[in-house]
């Protein structure tokens, strides 16, 4: 089985992206998805995050709004805090690999928005990063509910720049040219990679 890492910048398109090849009936491990039910109640970050930062639980949930709100006063505590998800959230992808393989599943997809930042890319086997002109990116990301220049310039300061995860890549999807220009580009990268 040959897996995916899909990847890209805030705004490029990633997670429509990885709704098309999941539309293509490939399995897709949605990183943001997991990092959600990892914080709900219930979920196995909300004791460590809890004991780490106590003022971002609600209701026995990590509350995103009072996390992101900490992290803006404490931005040094992303490392404590990624150091606490990220285990967990490898856990997971790595039940959802096993589910794949057992399904024999030709391709597997791991939607991971840190692919690179977090050393990731190791652990694949081709690399897809989504990409958009930066005009056509800042207009979608500010267009966010409650995003600020300020907030989107924080956020891209965390993330390799686009141009190095191009050069990084095995296959680019361009998501500045339209929905159907987008899903041709994931079925030639399926036709491709299936050929084996």
């Known amino acids: ?19 098309m090849f999941a539309g293509e009936g490939m399995p897709v491990c949605d990183s943001d998805a997991v990092v959600h039910r990892l914080y709900d109640k219930g979920g196995a970050a909300v004791a460590p995050v809890a004991r780490a930062f106590p003022d971002v639980i609600t209701d026995g949930a990590i509350d995103r ?9 404490k931005p ?36 991971i928005p840190l692919l690179f930042e977090t050393g990731r890319d190791r652990d694949v086997d081709r690399i897809v990063v989504v990409s958009a002109p930066a005009d ?22 965390r993330q390799l720049p686009d141009a190095e995860k191009r050069a990084r890549a095995d296959f680019i999807v361009d998501s500045g040219r339209g929905f159907d220009h987008a899903r041709a580009q994931v079925r030639r990268i399926i036709a491709e ?3 084996g």
């Open 65 to 73: 709004q009072k996390l992101a709100r900490h992290l803006g006063h």
């Open 136 to 157: 056509i990116q800042r207009t979608r990301v500010l267009a966010r509910p409650g995003m600020t220049e300020q907030k989107f310039a924080s956020i891209l300061a």
């Open 1 to 19: 089985m040959i897996v995916i890492g899909l990847t890209g910048s805030i705004g490029m398109g990633k997670s429509v992206t990885a709704g």
């Open 193 to 195: 990679l299936s050929k």
């Open 76 to 111: 040094e505590d992303f490392t404590k805090l990624e150091a606490i998800v990220h285990p967990l959230v490898r856990v997971e992808q790595e039940k959802f690999l096993e589910d794949a393989r057992e399904r024999n599943a030709p391709l597997a997809v791991l939607d």
